[in-house]
């Protein structure tokens, strides 16, 4: 449905509005850190985008592609013109039906992507996410107060902490939001990879500090570990 030109972008709107939503539950912690119920109000307001959300599901409107697969050619074209805000959508219309067609011709496909000549994807697709979520991001982001309470800062600190990391997530998707369809997902991707690596680094060592020397060793080493399977699915992909 988007626009080839902002697709990219668009794209990643799913991702800005996640990190806002962290940024703002940041803030909602901070502010009711003081208040004698303030954790029962920090986890009640996480209801009300949860209700928006159903809400919004509610009046969500159908896709052309959607339309056509379920045999509604009319409703799709006249979605497609409403998008599109034109009259003129019998070319691209034309594209989704033959992509359509194309696409149920095509006979198990949960076999056939396991074939050797769709392995190379079926592997990225798989590897990138396992790999994202293995570096820990999701642990730093959602205990990131107590991360920071860890290496000595006080409980007004650490929450300021956390809504500054979450400050900062939301300027670096932005960055994504209006880079991605000049330079391509590719070069964000490895310069991405390069830019985690570093700061993974850089938290173990704040982190290894705090500990000892040997945790230090061993987390080192499975930076290094993680940074290398990054970079050799990243040779293969060149």
């Known amino acids: 449905m988007a626009p080839a030109k902002i697709r990219g972008a668009l794209n990643i709107g799913f991702q800005m509005m996640i990190t806002i939503g962290i940024l703002a539950a ?16 920090s986890l009640g307001l996480g209801a009300v985008p949860a209700i928006l959300l159903c809400l919004g599901s509610l009046f969500l409107g159908e896709t052309p592609n959607s339309l056509i697969e379920r045999g509604n050619h009319e409703k799709a074209k006249a979605m497609l013109k409403r998008i599109r805000g034109t009259e ?13 067609e194309e696409a149920s011709k095509v006979e198990h496909p949960w076999m ?10 079926l592997t990225f697709v798989s590897f990138i ?9 999701n642990v730093i982001m ?16 650490s929450l300021m ?41 850089k ?3 704040f982190i290894s500090f705090r500990f000892s020397y040997i945790t230090f060793k061993l987390n080192l080493f499975n930076c290094l570990h993680l940074y290398g399977i990054f970079h050799v699915h990243t040779i293969i992909n060149l």
């Not at 074939?115 to 190379?120: K, N």
């Not at 994202?132 to 991001?137: A, F, V, Y």
């Not at 500054?164 to 991605?180: H, K, M, Y």
């Open 26 to 41: 940041n803030l909602i912690n901070y502010g009711t850190s003081k208040h004698k119920n303030g954790w029962r109000v």
């Open 88 to 100: 003129n959508v019998d070319e691209e219309y034309q594209d989704l039906v033959d992509a359509s």
């Open 112 to 121: 056939n992507i396991t074939q050797p000549e769709y392995r190379p994807q």
């Open 129 to 137: 996410p396992f790999f994202q979520q293995l570096t820990g991001i």
């Open 142 to 157: 959602f205990y990131a107060p107590v991360l920071f309470k860890i290496l000595g800062f006080g409980d007004d600190a």
């Open 161 to 201: 902490s956390a809504v500054i990391s979450g400050g900062v997530n939301v300027v670096a998707t932005l960055v994504s939001v209006f880079t991605v369809d000049k330079f391509g997902r590719r070069l964000l991707f490895l310069e991405g990879g390069s830019q985690m690596f570093i700061c993974q680094v």
């Open 203 to 205: 938290i173990v060592i």
